[in-house]
Nanobody
Framework: VRLVESGGGLVQPGGSLRLSCLAS????????MSWYRQNPGQARELVAA????????EYGDSVKGRFTIPRDKAKDTVYLQMNGLNSETTAVYYC????????WGPGTQVTGSS
């Protein structure tokens, strides 16, 4: 299993960012996928999850209505579209295999400027 996140960076207040997670080493279309985030000293928290078929999603309360989690089975990639970013968005974002992940990517830093 290999998960590689990309797309992190510095974002201005109210801005948007799209993270990508390229998956390999397993049958992508058979697994739920998710995004979590974590800050130092804090627990890793669910941002968004999507089922294997793409028809069911779940979002953390703090991102509902602002973030979406589409997936593209042709590209073995799951995305995190983030809108309305602010300083509270700052964290390392991790792609996970499964909605309660079995494996993780190395993470990508997102920093929302204040």
């Amino acid at each position: 299993v290999r998960l590689v996140e990309s797309g992190g960076g510095l974002v201005q207040p109210g801005g948007s960012l799209r993270l990508s997670c390229l998956a390999s080493g397993f049958s992508f279309d058979q697994y739920d996928m998710s995004w979590y985030r974590q800050n130092p000293g804090q627990a890793r928290e669910l941002v968004a999850a999507i089922n294997n078929g793409g028809g069911t999603t779940e979002y953390g309360d703090s991102v509902k209505g602002r973030f979406t989690i589409p997936r593209d089975k042709a590209k073995d990639t799951v995305y995190l579209q983030m809108n309305g970013l602010n300083s509270e968005t700052t964290a390392v974002y991790y792609c996970g295999l499964g909605s309660r992940p079995l494996d993780w990517g190395p993470g990508t830093q997102v920093t929302g400027s204040s």
